[in-house]
């Protein structure tokens, strides 16, 4: 009974004896490290993890469990999966197991929801972003317009047409400024 269960199990998990040789692995396992029984448990994991190859090397020689909840593994083709790796001496002979919890998954769907936050976030300072400028621009124009007209009838104060829109324009310096310095500080 144990034996199927421990075959049908969906977790990538493995059994090896006190030197490392591979003992039993499901059908799991196979998939991500191929056909391994009788390999060393070590090798297996060291081209896919060197932390998990040193790991799996401390749960060897002192017997000591370990209990990782972030570790990247390297499989074949350049693919790349995200486990928690579990580690536990067993009772029989020395042998110990390792299970590999894959949570690939989980870590692509919170990447894509904070990339999609992200650009919500842009979205919306870019919206408020052209309001402003929006605003700056027709107050100038606004100005320079009524400016024009006072001097074609020479009516109005030049001066105090021209000093608003330096405001105007001076105002939208300081907005380009501020707006360089945030992408300074996000592009480093």
């Known amino acids: 009974m144990f034996d199927q269960a421990f075959d049908r199990a969906r977790v990538p998990q493995v059994i090896f ?3 490392g ?8 396992f196979r998939p991500l490290f191929g056909p391994s ?3 060393d448990v070590r090798e297996l994991f060291t081209s896919a993890s060197a932390g998990l190859a040193n790991l799996v090397s401390t749960l060897l ?6 209990d990782v909840k972030d570790l990247v ?12 790796a579990y580690g536990a001496p067993l009772d029989v ?6 299970s590999l919890v894959d949570f690939t998954e989980r870590v692509t769907q919170a ?7 992200r650009s919500e976030t842009i979205a919306r300072f870019a919206g408020g972003l052209a309001h402003d400028l929006n605003n700056l621009l027709a107050a100038i124009v606004a100005t320079a317009q009524a400016g024009a007209a006072d001097a074609e009838d020479g009516t109005g104060n030049p001066a105090a047409d021209f000093g608003a829109i330096i405001e105007e324009a001076e105002r939208g310096a300081a907005l380009a400024r501020s707006l360089r310095a945030i992408a300074f500080d996000e592009t480093g």
């Open 17 to 19: 004896d006190r030197d």
């Open 21 to 28: 040789r591979v003992l039993r692995a499901p059908a799991s």
């Open 37 to 39: 029984i009788g390999g």
């Open 61 to 66: 020689k002192e017997r000591r469990r370990f």
């Open 73 to 84: 593994i390297r499989l074949e083709g350049a693919r790349q999966m995200c486990v928690e």
């Open 93 to 98: 002979d020395g042998a110990s197991l390792v």
């Open 111 to 117: 990447t894509s929801r904070a990339q999609r936050e």
